[in-house]
């Protein structure tokens, strides 16, 4: 049994979803390796839904489960902050967290140019 993963901004500076920022899933092995497993986009509503993970190819079933470790997802604030023409002091977010279940794990991100938080959300 594997765990889900949903993930979903809110830019608290304009007051609206976070669309068309590039995120990615990684795996973080024993060794300390990141292993890409994934790549998304939020889409109109800030959303990246369980089902719209884009897993590659090269990605065998085994690594693409979100088994039990610990996983980073990164966003490309950068490239959303720069299409809203404001200056972003962080370019990217990386959220490192860990996957203790077979659960489904939301992780949002509320978004500003020169801040941001996390909780696990449900």
Do not use: C
Not at 58 to 69: F, K, R, T
Not at 100 to 116: E, F, M, Q, V
Request: cysteine-free; charged content about 15%; overall charge negative.
């Amino acid at each position: 049994m594997s765990a889900t993963l949903s993930s979903h901004i809110l830019d608290t500076h304009l007051g609206k979803p976070a669309a068309d920022v590039a995120v990615t899933l990684h795996r973080i092995t024993d060794s300390g390796e990141a292993v890409l497993l994934a790549n998304g986009i939020t889409n109109a509503d800030g959303r990246v839904a369980p089902d719209s993970w884009q897993f590659g190819s090269e990605i065998n079933s085994s690594e693409s489960d979100l088994s039990h470790g610990r996983y980073t997802l990164t966003f490309d604030t950068q490239s959303y902050f720069d299409t809203q023409q404001l200056t972003a002091f962080y370019p990217q977010v990386i959220i490192d967290f860990m996957v203790r279940d077979a659960n489904h794990y939301h992780i949002p991100l509320l978004l500003s140019a020169h801040g941001y938080s996390t909780y696990r959300g449900s």
